[in-house]
Protein backbone atom coordinates (compact mmCIF):
# COMPACT_ATOMS: atom_id res chain seq x y z
CA UNK A 1 0.00 0.00 0.00
CA UNK A 2 1.41 3.52 -1.21
CA UNK A 3 2.33 5.55 1.88
CA UNK A 4 1.76 9.35 1.72
CA UNK A 5 2.33 12.17 4.17
CA UNK A 6 1.39 15.69 4.30
CA UNK A 7 3.43 18.36 6.41
CA UNK A 8 2.55 21.91 7.78
CA UNK A 9 3.72 23.90 10.36
CA UNK A 10 0.48 24.34 12.34
CA UNK A 11 -2.34 21.50 13.19
CA UNK A 12 -4.48 23.93 12.54
CA UNK A 13 -3.72 24.43 8.93
CA UNK A 14 -3.66 20.44 8.48
CA UNK A 15 -6.89 20.13 9.63
CA UNK A 16 -8.47 23.28 7.63
CA UNK A 17 -6.52 22.08 4.34
CA UNK A 18 -4.66 18.82 4.28
CA UNK A 19 -7.17 16.13 5.85
CA UNK A 20 -9.90 16.52 2.93
CA UNK A 21 -7.32 15.60 -0.03
CA UNK A 22 -5.29 12.98 2.14
CA UNK A 23 -8.71 11.33 3.22
CA UNK A 24 -9.89 11.16 -0.51
CA UNK A 25 -6.28 9.30 -1.17
CA UNK A 26 -6.91 6.45 1.89
CA UNK A 27 -10.30 5.56 0.21
CA UNK A 28 -8.22 5.23 -2.84
CA UNK A 29 -5.98 2.25 -1.33
CA UNK A 30 -3.21 4.60 0.15
CA UNK A 31 -2.51 4.94 3.57
CA UNK A 32 -1.89 8.56 4.70
CA UNK A 33 -0.29 10.32 7.58
CA UNK A 34 -0.12 14.21 8.21
CA UNK A 35 2.72 15.93 10.19
CA UNK A 36 2.92 19.33 12.53
CA UNK A 37 3.55 20.85 15.36
CA UNK A 38 1.26 19.18 18.25
CA UNK A 39 -2.22 19.95 17.72
CA UNK A 40 -2.45 22.67 20.92
CA UNK A 41 -5.83 24.09 19.45
CA UNK A 42 -7.42 20.12 19.47
CA UNK A 43 -8.51 20.68 15.37
CA UNK A 44 -7.45 17.30 15.10
CA UNK A 45 -10.07 15.31 16.51
CA UNK A 46 -10.85 11.39 15.27
CA UNK A 47 -14.02 13.15 13.17
CA UNK A 48 -11.66 15.21 11.67
CA UNK A 49 -8.81 13.59 11.15
CA UNK A 50 -10.83 10.18 9.45
CA UNK A 51 -8.15 7.69 8.38
CA UNK A 52 -5.11 10.22 8.45
CA UNK A 53 -2.64 9.71 11.44
CA UNK A 54 -1.53 12.60 12.61
CA UNK A 55 2.37 12.49 14.00
CA UNK A 56 3.32 15.33 15.90
CA UNK A 57 6.72 16.90 15.21
CA UNK A 58 7.66 20.02 16.52
CA UNK A 59 8.48 22.96 14.17
CA UNK A 60 8.57 26.20 14.71
CA UNK A 61 6.24 29.33 13.23
CA UNK A 62 8.71 32.52 11.96
CA UNK A 63 11.93 32.87 12.40
CA UNK A 64 13.82 29.72 12.88
CA UNK A 65 17.36 29.81 14.67
CA UNK A 66 20.16 27.38 12.91
CA UNK A 67 19.50 25.09 15.94
CA UNK A 68 15.94 24.88 15.50
CA UNK A 69 16.26 24.24 11.75
CA UNK A 70 18.90 21.39 12.03
CA UNK A 71 16.69 19.83 14.98
CA UNK A 72 13.61 20.11 12.96
CA UNK A 73 15.09 18.70 9.97
CA UNK A 74 16.86 16.11 12.28
CA UNK A 75 13.73 14.96 13.69
CA UNK A 76 12.01 15.19 10.30
CA UNK A 77 14.50 12.92 8.56
CA UNK A 78 14.30 10.14 11.37
CA UNK A 79 10.50 9.99 10.62
CA UNK A 80 10.75 10.19 7.01
CA UNK A 81 13.58 6.66 7.65
CA UNK A 82 11.38 5.03 9.76
CA UNK A 83 8.28 5.07 7.93
CA UNK A 84 9.44 4.91 4.27
CA UNK A 85 7.04 7.45 2.92
CA UNK A 86 6.66 7.14 -1.06
CA UNK A 87 5.10 10.86 -1.04
CA UNK A 88 5.90 13.56 0.78
CA UNK A 89 3.75 17.08 0.12
CA UNK A 90 4.50 19.83 2.33
CA UNK A 91 3.18 24.01 2.69
CA UNK A 92 4.02 27.01 4.77
CA UNK A 93 7.51 28.48 4.62
CA UNK A 94 8.69 26.69 7.73
CA UNK A 95 7.52 23.20 7.01
CA UNK A 96 8.17 23.24 3.64
CA UNK A 97 11.97 24.01 3.86
CA UNK A 98 12.78 21.59 7.00
CA UNK A 99 10.50 18.43 4.91
CA UNK A 100 12.14 19.10 1.28
CA UNK A 101 15.98 18.78 2.63
CA UNK A 102 14.23 15.66 5.35
CA UNK A 103 12.95 14.02 2.89
CA UNK A 104 15.95 14.38 0.42
CA UNK A 105 18.51 13.05 2.71
CA UNK A 106 16.25 10.03 3.32
CA UNK A 107 15.66 9.65 -0.08
CA UNK A 108 11.91 9.91 -0.55
CA UNK A 109 10.82 8.82 -4.26
CA UNK A 110 8.21 12.14 -4.38
CA UNK A 111 8.64 15.03 -2.87
CA UNK A 112 6.34 17.90 -3.91
CA UNK A 113 6.35 21.63 -2.44
CA UNK A 114 2.32 22.61 -2.27
CA UNK A 115 4.05 26.19 -2.58
CA UNK A 116 1.15 28.02 -0.77
CA UNK A 117 2.51 31.32 -1.09
CA UNK A 118 5.59 33.14 -1.96
CA UNK A 119 6.45 34.51 1.08
CA UNK A 120 9.87 36.63 -0.36
CA UNK A 121 7.89 39.27 -2.49
CA UNK A 122 6.67 40.99 0.72
CA UNK A 123 10.10 41.73 1.54
CA UNK A 124 12.99 44.16 0.54
CA UNK A 125 16.65 43.59 0.77
CA UNK A 126 18.71 41.01 2.61
CA UNK A 127 15.08 39.68 4.11
CA UNK A 128 13.88 39.29 0.91
CA UNK A 129 17.21 37.86 -0.47
CA UNK A 130 17.29 35.26 1.92
CA UNK A 131 13.47 34.03 1.92
CA UNK A 132 14.44 33.66 -1.84
CA UNK A 133 16.73 31.26 -1.57
CA UNK A 134 15.04 29.41 1.09
CA UNK A 135 11.94 28.68 -1.22
CA UNK A 136 14.21 27.84 -4.25
CA UNK A 137 16.35 25.90 -2.14
CA UNK A 138 13.03 23.74 -1.31
CA UNK A 139 11.51 23.97 -5.28
CA UNK A 140 15.13 22.62 -6.17
CA UNK A 141 14.69 19.57 -3.43
CA UNK A 142 11.54 19.06 -4.49
CA UNK A 143 10.87 16.26 -7.11
CA UNK A 144 7.32 18.60 -7.92
CA UNK A 145 6.30 21.61 -7.26
CA UNK A 146 2.48 22.52 -7.45
CA UNK A 147 1.71 25.70 -6.53
CA UNK A 148 -2.31 26.76 -5.35
CA UNK A 149 -2.86 29.53 -8.29
CA UNK A 150 -2.31 30.15 -11.54
CA UNK A 151 -0.67 33.99 -10.94
CA UNK A 152 2.21 32.08 -8.01
CA UNK A 153 2.74 29.44 -10.92
CA UNK A 154 3.28 31.72 -13.68
CA UNK A 155 5.87 34.01 -11.64
CA UNK A 156 7.58 31.37 -10.30
CA UNK A 157 8.71 30.05 -13.19
CA UNK A 158 8.97 33.61 -14.60
CA UNK A 159 11.73 34.21 -11.35
CA UNK A 160 13.34 30.67 -12.30
CA UNK A 161 12.41 29.14 -8.77
CA UNK A 162 10.84 25.90 -11.12
CA UNK A 163 10.62 24.95 -14.54
CA UNK A 164 7.62 23.82 -16.30
CA UNK A 165 8.66 20.35 -16.48
CA UNK A 166 8.67 20.02 -13.14
CA UNK A 167 5.19 22.33 -12.06
CA UNK A 168 1.75 22.12 -12.58
CA UNK A 169 -1.59 22.88 -10.89
CA UNK A 170 -3.98 20.70 -9.78
CA UNK A 171 -7.39 21.43 -11.10
CA UNK A 172 -8.07 25.35 -11.51
CA UNK A 173 -6.16 25.92 -7.97
CA UNK A 174 -6.47 26.19 -4.54
CA UNK A 175 -5.51 24.38 -1.16
CA UNK A 176 -8.59 21.82 -1.46
CA UNK A 177 -11.13 23.29 -3.52
CA UNK A 178 -14.57 24.78 -2.51
CA UNK A 179 -17.21 22.35 -0.55
CA UNK A 180 -19.85 23.66 -1.88
CA UNK A 181 -21.80 21.36 1.09
CA UNK A 182 -20.24 23.26 3.95
CA UNK A 183 -20.21 26.65 2.30
CA UNK A 184 -23.87 26.34 0.92
CA UNK A 185 -25.19 29.49 -0.34
CA UNK A 186 -28.69 28.19 -0.02
CA UNK A 187 -28.56 29.02 4.00
CA UNK A 188 -26.79 32.65 3.40
CA UNK A 189 -29.97 34.43 4.40
CA UNK A 190 -30.66 32.27 7.40
CA UNK A 191 -26.77 32.70 8.51
CA UNK A 192 -27.12 36.22 7.87
CA UNK A 193 -30.00 36.94 9.60
CA UNK A 194 -28.56 34.85 12.85
CA UNK A 195 -25.35 36.50 12.67
CA UNK A 196 -26.61 40.38 12.40
CA UNK A 197 -29.16 39.70 15.04
CA UNK A 198 -26.33 37.89 17.75
CA UNK A 199 -24.36 40.87 17.00
CA UNK A 200 -27.12 44.06 16.80
CA UNK A 201 -25.38 44.47 13.14
CA UNK A 202 -28.79 45.25 11.65
CA UNK A 203 -28.40 49.11 12.40
CA UNK A 204 -25.61 49.14 9.93
CA UNK A 205 -26.35 49.78 6.14
CA UNK A 206 -23.08 47.96 5.37
CA UNK A 207 -20.73 45.07 6.82
CA UNK A 208 -17.01 44.78 6.02
CA UNK A 209 -15.65 41.32 7.47
CA UNK A 210 -12.69 39.85 7.75
CA UNK A 211 -11.66 36.22 8.64
CA UNK A 212 -8.43 34.60 9.44
CA UNK A 213 -5.10 35.10 11.98
CA UNK A 214 -4.99 38.87 13.18
CA UNK A 215 -1.59 40.05 11.92
CA UNK A 216 0.31 42.22 9.91
CA UNK A 217 0.91 40.14 6.58
CA UNK A 218 -2.81 40.15 6.13
CA UNK A 219 -2.72 43.76 5.67
CA UNK A 220 -5.08 44.67 8.86
CA UNK A 221 -3.06 47.72 9.92
CA UNK A 222 -4.46 48.76 6.40
CA UNK A 223 -7.80 47.30 6.79
CA UNK A 224 -8.06 49.20 10.14
CA UNK A 225 -6.87 52.83 9.37
CA UNK A 226 -9.03 52.50 5.81
CA UNK A 227 -11.89 51.84 8.07
CA UNK A 228 -11.44 54.30 10.87
CA UNK A 229 -11.10 56.64 7.61
CA UNK A 230 -14.33 56.53 6.23
CA UNK A 231 -15.98 58.20 10.00
CA UNK A 232 -19.07 56.30 8.43
CA UNK A 233 -21.64 55.55 11.63
CA UNK A 234 -23.21 53.20 9.20
CA UNK A 235 -20.63 51.22 8.41
CA UNK A 236 -19.26 48.23 10.57
CA UNK A 237 -16.27 45.97 10.55
CA UNK A 238 -16.44 42.28 12.10
CA UNK A 239 -12.77 40.41 12.13
CA UNK A 240 -12.98 37.11 12.98
CA UNK A 241 -9.80 35.22 13.85
CA UNK A 242 -7.13 34.38 16.14
CA UNK A 243 -5.24 37.10 18.13
CA UNK A 244 -1.75 35.00 18.55
CA UNK A 245 0.02 37.29 16.46
CA UNK A 246 -1.79 40.51 17.30
CA UNK A 247 1.62 42.15 18.54
CA UNK A 248 2.83 42.30 14.80
CA UNK A 249 0.51 45.59 14.16
CA UNK A 250 0.89 48.71 14.99
CA UNK A 251 -0.26 49.44 18.42
CA UNK A 252 -1.44 52.50 17.86
CA UNK A 253 -3.93 51.44 15.26
CA UNK A 254 -4.86 48.66 16.92
CA UNK A 255 -5.65 50.83 20.41
CA UNK A 256 -7.87 53.13 18.07
CA UNK A 257 -9.85 50.38 16.64
CA UNK A 258 -10.25 48.57 19.95
CA UNK A 259 -11.98 51.56 20.90
CA UNK A 260 -13.96 52.37 17.77
CA UNK A 261 -17.33 51.17 18.32
CA UNK A 262 -18.50 49.98 14.73
CA UNK A 263 -15.38 47.54 14.72
CA UNK A 264 -15.76 44.29 16.00
CA UNK A 265 -13.36 41.72 17.21
CA UNK A 266 -14.90 38.36 17.57
CA UNK A 267 -11.61 36.22 17.78
CA UNK A 268 -11.37 32.25 16.78
CA UNK A 269 -15.03 31.12 15.41
CA UNK A 270 -15.70 27.25 13.99
CA UNK A 271 -18.28 28.02 11.74
CA UNK A 272 -16.83 30.44 9.00
CA UNK A 273 -19.30 30.17 6.51
CA UNK A 274 -22.16 31.81 8.55
CA UNK A 275 -19.99 34.99 9.22
CA UNK A 276 -18.99 35.31 5.55
CA UNK A 277 -22.58 35.37 4.69
CA UNK A 278 -23.61 38.46 7.18
CA UNK A 279 -20.44 40.32 5.67
CA UNK A 280 -21.58 42.43 2.28
CA UNK A 281 -17.97 42.51 1.82
CA UNK A 282 -14.96 40.25 2.57
CA UNK A 283 -11.88 42.28 3.25
CA UNK A 284 -8.11 40.79 2.35
CA UNK A 285 -5.68 42.92 1.75
CA UNK A 286 -2.73 40.77 2.18
CA UNK A 287 0.99 41.45 1.30
CA UNK A 288 1.13 37.87 -0.20
CA UNK A 289 -0.70 35.15 -0.60
CA UNK A 290 -0.63 31.58 -2.10
CA UNK A 291 -4.63 31.37 -3.40
CA UNK A 292 -6.52 33.48 -0.67
CA UNK A 293 -8.51 30.21 0.89
CA UNK A 294 -11.02 32.80 2.54
CA UNK A 295 -12.07 34.72 -0.76
CA UNK A 296 -13.54 31.50 -2.80
CA UNK A 297 -14.75 30.59 0.83
CA UNK A 298 -16.72 34.05 1.03
CA UNK A 299 -17.72 33.30 -2.58
CA UNK A 300 -19.29 30.40 -1.79
CA UNK A 301 -21.90 32.11 0.14
CA UNK A 302 -22.22 34.97 -2.27
CA UNK A 303 -19.91 37.18 -0.74
CA UNK A 304 -17.84 39.42 -2.83
CA UNK A 305 -14.34 40.31 -2.24
CA UNK A 306 -12.02 43.30 -1.33
CA UNK A 307 -8.95 42.39 -2.15
CA UNK A 308 -4.87 43.56 -2.54
CA UNK A 309 -3.79 43.31 -5.84
CA UNK A 310 -1.37 40.09 -5.12
CA UNK A 311 -0.96 37.00 -7.12
CA UNK A 312 -3.55 34.39 -5.48
CA UNK A 313 -6.52 36.04 -4.62
CA UNK A 314 -6.83 38.08 -8.19
CA UNK A 315 -6.97 34.73 -9.96
CA UNK A 316 -10.60 34.67 -8.24
CA UNK A 317 -11.58 38.52 -8.10
CA UNK A 318 -12.02 40.82 -10.90
CA UNK A 319 -12.34 44.61 -9.95
CA UNK A 320 -16.30 45.40 -10.67
CA UNK A 321 -16.80 41.88 -11.50
CA UNK A 322 -17.12 39.93 -8.59
CA UNK A 323 -15.28 42.29 -5.80
CA UNK A 324 -12.63 45.47 -5.87
CA UNK A 325 -9.39 45.77 -6.35
CA UNK A 326 -6.82 47.74 -3.83
CA UNK A 327 -3.02 48.74 -4.42
CA UNK A 328 -0.78 46.64 -2.24
CA UNK A 329 -0.18 48.49 1.54
CA UNK A 330 -1.83 51.11 0.68
CA UNK A 331 -4.63 52.60 3.26
CA UNK A 332 -5.68 55.17 1.14
CA UNK A 333 -6.38 52.64 -1.70
CA UNK A 334 -8.40 50.65 0.23
CA UNK A 335 -10.69 53.59 1.58
CA UNK A 336 -11.76 54.51 -2.15
CA UNK A 337 -12.48 50.51 -2.94
CA UNK A 338 -13.92 50.08 0.27
CA UNK A 339 -16.19 53.34 -0.29
CA UNK A 340 -17.19 51.80 -3.72
CA UNK A 341 -18.51 48.83 -1.97
CA UNK A 342 -20.33 51.18 0.46
CA UNK A 343 -22.13 53.18 -2.03
CA UNK A 344 -22.80 50.72 -4.43
CA UNK A 345 -26.51 50.34 -5.99
CA UNK A 346 -28.07 47.24 -4.48
CA UNK A 347 -29.21 46.32 -8.38
CA UNK A 348 -24.99 46.08 -9.19
CA UNK A 349 -24.25 44.35 -5.44
CA UNK A 350 -26.53 41.61 -6.71
CA UNK A 351 -24.32 41.19 -9.43
CA UNK A 352 -21.42 41.17 -8.04
CA UNK A 353 -22.65 37.93 -5.49
CA UNK A 354 -24.10 36.21 -8.23
CA UNK A 355 -20.50 36.65 -9.91
CA UNK A 356 -18.83 35.58 -6.97
CA UNK A 357 -21.06 32.38 -6.47
CA UNK A 358 -20.70 31.48 -10.15
CA UNK A 359 -17.65 31.74 -10.49
CA UNK A 360 -16.31 29.64 -7.28
CA UNK A 361 -19.20 26.88 -8.18
CA UNK A 362 -17.58 26.96 -11.70
CA UNK A 363 -14.21 26.50 -11.46
CA UNK A 364 -13.61 25.61 -7.75
CA UNK A 365 -15.43 22.73 -6.61
CA UNK A 366 -14.33 20.48 -4.35
CA UNK A 367 -15.43 17.47 -5.69
CA UNK A 368 -13.25 18.00 -8.82
CA UNK A 369 -10.64 18.85 -7.25
CA UNK A 370 -10.12 16.05 -5.25
CA UNK A 371 -10.45 13.95 -8.06
CA UNK A 372 -7.84 15.66 -9.67
CA UNK A 373 -5.56 15.61 -6.52
CA UNK A 374 -6.30 12.13 -6.71
CA UNK A 375 -5.33 11.24 -10.34
CA UNK A 376 -2.70 13.08 -10.13
CA UNK A 377 -0.69 11.19 -7.17
CA UNK A 378 -1.92 7.48 -8.57
CA UNK A 379 0.03 9.11 -11.37
CA UNK A 380 2.86 9.86 -9.67
CA UNK A 381 3.10 7.10 -7.71
CA UNK A 382 2.71 4.91 -10.98
CA UNK A 383 5.86 6.56 -12.07
CA UNK A 384 7.95 5.37 -9.34
CA UNK A 385 6.96 2.08 -9.19
CA UNK A 386 7.31 1.68 -12.71
CA UNK A 387 11.13 2.94 -12.61
Request: aromatic content about 12%; glycine content about 6%; overall charge positive.
Amino acid sequence: MPKICGLTTQARTIAAFMVKPLNRAAAKGFECYAISSPDVDSRLTPECLGQVTHIPVKIKWGYMTPFQLISTIYNLYKVFRREKFDIIQYATMNAALCSSIAGWLARVPIRINLLWGLDYVQFKGWKRALYFTATKLTCRLSTRVQPDSKGNLRFGREQGLFDEAKSELIYNGSACGLDLKKFDISKREQWRKEIRDELDLNKYSTVLGFVGAVYLDKGINETLEAFMSLERDDVALVLVGGFERIHTLKQDILQRAKNHPNIYFLGRKPDPQRYYASFDFLVLASYAEGFGMVVLEAAGVGTPAIISNIKGPTDLIEDGVNGFICDVRSSASLAEAMKKAITIEPSEYERLSNSAFEIAKRDYDSEAFLQKYVENRIKLYNNITKS
